[in-house]
């Protein structure tokens, strides 16, 4: 009988946990800041793509971004859901990373995405680069997150 009344509150303590699980929500997108400092850029270009993937990006010279720019990069498939980010940079430097999709669905990859995603990111914008370490748990959602993150910076001229 005692088991059966430590089973139950157990079972009761674990399903209030999941049914008050909270995720956190994405950041809105950052519009991109199409302003330039007139003597610095030497050749202008806008470059839009579909559906917003690369806002306004105005060049002094080739792999020099002037400016704000974002950039989203592909959706990755993984085993257990789809990973993709945006990036938004200054004047050539890595200033956000937002994760637009993580694998969800259940309590557990909600779980480990809340634990992971704030860890990839800060690895991301120490490292101004896509070259970032592997989440333990979170092995196949690190590795998409810096597939995506570093299709976007390439797209980016980072």
Known sequence: MK?????VSLTIAGLAFLLGFKTREDAPVVAADATQPAA?????????????EAA??????????IGTVEVTGPTVQTLY??????VVATNGTL??????????GNGESNYINAYAEP???????????AQIDVIS?????????AESLQAALDEAGL
């Open 40 to 52: 610095a850029a030497t050749d202008a270009t806008t470059t839009s793509t579909p559906a917003g």
């Open 56 to 65: 306004a990006t105005t060049t002094a010279a080739p792999g020099t971004t």
């Open 95 to 104: 200033v956000d990373v937002v994760a637009l999709q993580l694998p969800g």
């Open 81 to 86: 859901g789809p990973v993709q980010v945006a």
């Open 3 to 7: 088991r059966v009344i430590a089973a």
């Open 119 to 129: 860890l990839l990111q800060e690895m991301a914008l120490e490292a101004q680069s």
């Open 137 to 145: 748990g979170a092995t196949f959602t690190s590795r998409a997150y």
